[in-house]
């Protein structure tokens, strides 16, 4: 069984760097896309972007400049670098599966709560 | 890129039918049968529930449909459950490669 877990601070201040790793058990990183949600709270889901094993990137117009996504098949693990952070960074991040490149999720990791105050 | 549009919620009695629509664009719900639509309860990560419009994951109850036609996709909950109550997103492939999301709709069960 597949499974994600997402790591990484809780809490990061205005204008720095957040960053976050999702290390994938029971199952290969290679030859799927693998993409970061996030969540504000009480509000929609939102895609960030996604990274396939190869390191080729696709990221969300809207945030395309402050993001960078990374990928290290030797531990079985994906990163995500948010810049220049502010409080409409603050969101529940989750790290997911996509089996077939297009939008199909079917593995979510728990999701983590990132905080954006000083 | 635009959130798809979804209505933000809808109701139903038990044993009803409900339906959630998913508008967008030719580029992403007109242009791709890549509509998938995901399930959320209160503090857990969301579940694939149909895929490429109208398919279902193994394990999804059949009472779960999917459609589309033109830009608009929907969701279609028979025979409603109260463990149906939760929050749905609609999603899609787009021509620029990245996915969207809906606003989401929340479901009560009355």
């Known amino acids: 069984q597949v499974q994600l877990q997402e790591s990484g601070p809780g809490l990061v201040k205005p204008s720095e760097t957040l960053s976050l790793t999702c290390t994938v058990s029971?199952?290969?990183?290679?030859?799927?896309?693998w993409s970061w949600i996030r969540q504000p709270a009480g509000k929609g889901l939102e895609w960030i972007g996604r990274?396939?094993?190869?390191?080729?990137?696709n990221y969300n117009p809207s945030l395309k400049s402050r993001v960078t996504m990374s990928v290290d098949t030797s531990k079985n693990q994906f990163s995500l670098k948010l810049s220049s952070v502010t409080a409409a960074d603050t969101a529940v991040y989750y790290c997911?599966?996509?089996?077939?490149?297009?939008?199909?999720?079917?593995?979510w990791g728990q999701g983590t709560l990132v905080t954006v105050s000083s | 890129q635009s959130a798809l549009t979804q209505p933000a919620s809808v109701s139903g009695s038990p044993g009803q039918s409900i339906t959630i629509s998913c508008t967008g664009t030719?580029?992403?719900?007109?242009?791709?049968?890549?509509v998938s639509w995901y399930q959320q309860h209160p503090g857990k990560a969301p579940k694939l529930m149909i895929y490429?419009?109208?398919n279902r994951p193994s394990g999804v109850p059949d009472r779960f449909s999917g459609s589309k036609s033109g830009n608009t996709a929907s969701l279609t909950i028979s025979g409603l459950q109260a463990e149906d109550e939760a929050d749905y997103y609609c999603?899609?492939?787009?021509?620029?490669?990245?996915?969207?999301f809906g606003g989401g709709t929340k479901l009560t069960v009355l």
């Open positions: 997911a599966r996509d089996s077939r490149s297009y939008g199909y999720f079917d593995y």
């Open positions: 029971g199952g290969s990183i290679s030859s799927y896309y």
């Open positions: 990274i396939y094993t190869s390191g080729s990137t």
């Open positions: 030719s580029s992403d719900v007109g242009g791709y049968n890549y």
């Open positions: 490429e419009v109208s």
């Open positions: 999603s899609s492939y787009t021509s620029s490669s990245t996915v969207v």
